[in-house]
């Protein structure tokens, strides 16, 4: 028997009422992670309203299926019986069972001490399909295929239920151009239009199996949302474990060996396409404090369009320390038309500008082609100092140049922007990566800052 104040815990607390349900069905404790919390607070944030759209990201046995998809549903149910949930997998088999767990866990007498017994409706008792008699719904997906007939959410202004996606790619099926866009597809026309509400909340949690993936195409835009992204590598920046009770850093480090491919996009979540690797994860070095530089500049990179498939505009500010170390401080990337891209130009401009104590800012230096050159102009009239740059060789050469600085551990970038996780991705995949509007710039940077003496390449 659960004491009162046990019962209110697990009916408000994701995490209490997993570690409970578990002990009950199991016989044993459900060793816990400081992971297992994050991932139930960010779900526990869809709950009450504050995030619409989330990805999840960690690496595969994890215990993403259990909490995000399992526990999550009867949590949910228990605390709004009249939820109507879609719950999808690459495979409809899986995601049925998924969905049944989650069923198998309502009927358990634990559950109705901390709930009350659920009430089931006798005409819907399939594995991929059940209801309540309270008018929710709990209906399992795979995502080769449609949904007709379903929808979830409630057309409210409190939660009503949500579409939770899990693994949606097939591992062995990504690295199919076809097969990777089938899913794409599968979401934009047959996922977007299966919520009730505007408020119904989408769940997408998968291990990155490939840099155009799911994750990867929300995440760059694709379908004009913003999400809040819990991205949970199996190896911090320190290289310790996630989870040492699960892998120690002596298996992780074998497993990288043996298929650094796998390794970098499962259990790294940075996909990494093949052939890739002329900057490696670990040459870069972090600061927790900006280091005090002499001086700055602003580096742009400007995209000629702004459909979902080109690069972005980025504007990177680094610094450069007594020392010599280029330093990344800031960071601001987007995709904007003309006259919002000269808006972003200047508020990135002074921003920094009006910042003391860490040098002069000098001036934003862009590469002058077709977008970059409007940009140089306009700016140059409004008295901003900028200077056109020159690229005078191809990317490669230009990367195999600056690439001894990064390796020296001598390029400090900030370890807790939320941008790193996608500008270290950008790295780890050139020269075969989607994007490389991080990269250009940055080399930019490193080039101005350690070689422009020797080479007189810029004005």
């Known amino acids: ?22 002990s009950a069905r199991k016989g044993m404790e459900f060793v816990t992670n400081w992971h297992h919390e994050k991932l139930c ?11 619409k759209r989330l990805i999840i990201n960690i690496p595969p046995r994890y215990s993403k299926t259990e909490l995000a998809v399992v526990n999550f549903i009867a949590w949910c149910m228990g605390n709004f019986p009249d939820s109507e949930f879609i719950h999808a997998s690459y495979s409809k088999r899986l995601a049925a069972n ?28 399939a594995k991929d399909e059940y209801r309540t008699e309270q008018g929710g719904c709990v209906y399992a997906a795979g995502s080769d295929g449609t949904i007709t007939g379903y929808g979830a959410g409630k057309l409210r202004d409190y939660f009503g239920g949500a579409i939770i996606i899990d693994d949606p790619h097939k591992a062995g099926e990504a690295t199919s151009d076809v097969m990777r866009q089938n899913v794409i597809d599968w979401f934009s026309t047959t996922i977007e239009s299966r919520t009730n509400s505007p408020e119904t909340p989408i769940i997408v949690i998968m291990q990155r199996l490939h840099e155009s993936d799911l994750s990867g195409w929300l995440l760059g835009g694709g379908n004009g949302e913003k999400w809040e ?20 850093r002596q298996e992780l480090q074998r497993m990288d060996t043996a298929n650094p491919y796998v390794f970098a996009g499962q259990y790294m979540q940075r996909p990494a396409p093949i052939g890739g690797g002329i900057f490696k994860d670990h040459w870069w070095k972090f600061y927790r404090t900006p280091p005090i530089t002499k001086t700055r500049s602003i580096y742009a990179d400007t995209a000629q369009k702004t459909k979902t498939h080109n690069d972005f505009t980025v504007f990177q500010c680094w610094g450069q320390t007594e020392a010599g170390q280029p330093v990344l ?3 601001l990337r987007g995709k904007w038309e003309a006259p919002e891209l000269l808006i972003q130009a200047r508020a990135f401009w002074k921003k920094h500008k009006a910042v003391t104590g860490m040098g002069n800012l000098r ?9 970059g050159t409007g940009l140089i102009q306009t700016l140059r009239r409004e008295g901003i100092p900028i200077l056109p740059i020159q690229r005078n060789v191809d990317k490669l050469t230009r990367a195999m ?5 990064v390796e020296s551990g001598n390029v400090l970038l900030p370890e807790d922007a939320p941008w790193l996780s996608d500008y270290l991705a950008e790295f ?32």
Request: hydrophobic share 40%; proline share 5%; charged share 25%.
């Open 41 to 51: 607070n960010a779900l526990e944030r869809v709950v009450i309203g504050k995030c």
């Open 1 to 22: 028997m659960l004491t009162i104040n046990q019962v209110v815990e697990c009916r408000t607390d994701l995490l209490a009422f997993t570690r409970s349900m578990f």
């Open 229 to 248: 992204h819990v991205c949970i590598p199996v190896l911090d920046d320190a290289d310790e474990p996630l989870w040492a009770f699960k892998h120690s």
């Open 329 to 331: 401080l800031d960071q």
């Open 98 to 125: 998924n969905t049944w767990g989650a069923r198998a866990l309502m009927e358990h007498e634990l559950y109705s001490e901390i709930f009350g017994a659920p009430r089931f409706r006798k005409d819907s008792n």
């Open 428 to 459: 780890s995949q050139f020269p075969n990566g989607a994007h490389d509007d991080q990269v250009d710039p940055t080399m930019d940077a490193i080039d101005d800052m350690i070689n422009k003496k020797s080479r007189g390449v810029y004005s």
């Open 401 to 405: 140049d600056v690439a001894p600085m």
């Open 363 to 371: 001036a934003l230096k862009c590469e002058d082609k077709v977008s």
